[in-house]
């Protein structure tokens, strides 16, 4: 084992020695948060019905989004995705045109139309936010699974069983722009907007009937109406204006809306639906927001839906402490002095269901400052938790920071991504393809695996702290029969096995315990034949784990550092997925890019940049600190 020591410390020196060098003055890392073509098609759109001056913005996305077209002429979000995504294609083709760039007539586009027709038309692209796009330029009819839900809504108040603030904050902020659209049929056309109506086979085919859950819950909704006091012209206006004000008030420093490149899209389209001027000093500070989001990757220019800068940069302080670096070192300082700086000081709408708390969590990007998560609050804390130990400041940041994730816990005794209790099933019944996923922010076996690590390793909290044990217990009794668990921000079931484990065994859960014991058995019996770990996108859609029949860096270091947390000596499993991290490490290929981060199923995956260091990073620094010997 010492010649295999030795190969992991200098492995750890270098790659820790490249991401030092590659720090920002500003303490900060820069990778990009690369999310398929979806907004690159949305924001070439944007930009030509605003007639926005950023033509070589439009070029360059242009050619990123030709050049990721499949041979079979869809466009895909992930390799294995073999069928083609068919939102993403229609999403793709239409901003080809759009952009101007590329013509009907080329072979790129006849391929692109084709897929599309062999696969039902344009009719048959499920995600929401594809119809929006269409219906906003005039390409087909509002969806009546938005032009139904009546906008009044946003005036319910929350002490009601059902209120506008039960959907999640991701969802809500999406919404309401989507809202006032439906509401006012809006629709725009401009000399760029393309003809699409050779892409229907069936222009008048009708809409799926909504379910009997759907028609419960718009219901509920309309009978919850009847408490609005008013005549129904003074409520609908007063709706309208509610949701105009829910969006302004919600504008971060860069223009953008909640930090997200996708709400932005649909805010400056649903602030044309209200009447503003494309000139209008808040679209074109969004449309300002927007071209600030965009980075490199392989040559070409992307739009991030929310760059990663906060996120990365407390992974990697973290990662490197964890690997030996000093917190004392230069890099460490800068890196903990911007997170410092970005900690959380005033209050967002997570208030709401968590009344009385001090802000103090973090949030994903750089100019976010209401929307903090429990993920990123607690990567945060544990790249600042050794300054906190003899830095005042750093430990009143600790303290707020500490305090406001154990106030995050739901009462079920998992934690959530943003907002606390927000997980009424029926707001899932809404007819929309992406409901289920986003509607609610409910406790996720990731979030409560890694905020139970931090409680446990950082705070020194265990099982004998009643809340400790609820978080403990509410992982158990949400593991799969095969013992893995679902983690919802990573692909899949790696992911969320490797935060469950690595939070139980934090907080106390003995290695024999039946629920480590079991997780630790499921991971060993997908280990691939070359050591390392791998799984595919679909396991997502398919609700159960789908091998990818490669090996990744992040899903091997995920699955290599849970077993380090719960084997007191390396196994020959271990060794084995040791040498294979290390060797991915050099390695350029497909899998290396494959994206492990996920948003929704089905829409919505993300290749972190990041994340081929972060994670074997801490999986070999975890090595070397528990097995080296000193």
Known sequence: MGQNITGIREEIRRLGGELIQRQQPDGTWHFCFENGTMLDAYTIILFRTLNAEKEDLIRELHDRILAAQQPEGCWRWYKDEEEGNLSATVEAYYALLYS?????????????????????????????????????????KWPASLSLIPIEMLLLPSSLPLSFFDFSAYSRVHLVPLLIMADRDFSIKTTHTPDLSELYTNRGQAEEPLSRENRKLLKHIQSALGHLVGTPQRIHQAAVKKAEQYMLERIEGDGTLYTYASSTVLMVLALLALGYEPQHPVITHAVDGLFAMRCKTDGYTTIQNSPSTVWDTALLAYALQEAGVSARHPAMQKAAAYLRSKQHRKAGDWRIHNPGTTPGGWGFSDTNTIIPDVDDSTAALRAIHSLSERDPAYLESWNRGLNWVISMQNDDGGWPA?????????????????????????????????????????????????????????????????????????????????????????????????????????????????????????????????????????????????????????????????????????????????????????????RYHSYRYIWPLLALGHYVKKYGGG
């Not at 809404?430 to 289920?436: M, N, Y």
């Open 100 to 140: 101007g760039y590329s013509q009907p007539k080329d072979e790129s586009v006849q391929r692109a139309k084709r897929y599309i027709l062999d696969r039902g038309g344009i009719g048959k692209a499920a995600s929401l936010l594809t119809k929006t796009l269409l219906a906003a330029t005039g390409q087909r």
């Open 418 to 606: 943003f907002e606390k209790n927000t997980d009424k099933e029926m707001l899932t019944w809404l007819a929309i393809e992406e409901a289920k996923a986003a509607a609610t922010d409910p406790s996720e076996a990731d979030l409560t695996g890694r905020a139970l690590e931090y409680l446990g390793n950082f705070a020194k909290l265990d099982v004998q702290h009643g809340f400790i044990q609820r978080g403990a217990d509410w992982l158990t009794s949400h593991q799969q029969s095969d013992g893995s668990w679902y983690g919802h921000w990573g692909i899949c079931y790696i992911y969320g096995t490797w935060a469950a484990l690595t939070g139980l065994k934090a907080v106390g859960l003995p290695s024999d315990h039946a629920a480590v014991t079991k997780g630790t058995d499921w991971l060993l019996a997908i280990q691939n034949v070359d050591g390392g770990w791998g799984e595919s996108c679909r396991s997502d859609q398919a609700e159960r784990y789908v091998p990818l029949y490669a090996s990744t860096p992040s899903q091997t270091a995920w699955a290599l550092d849970a077993l380090i947390a719960v084997h007191d000596r390396p196994t020959p499993e271990i060794e084995r997925g040791t040498a294979r991290l290390i060797e991915l490490l050099r390695e350029d290929g497909w899998a290396s890019a494959y994206p492990t981060g996920a948003g929704l199923p089905v829409y919505f995956y993300v």
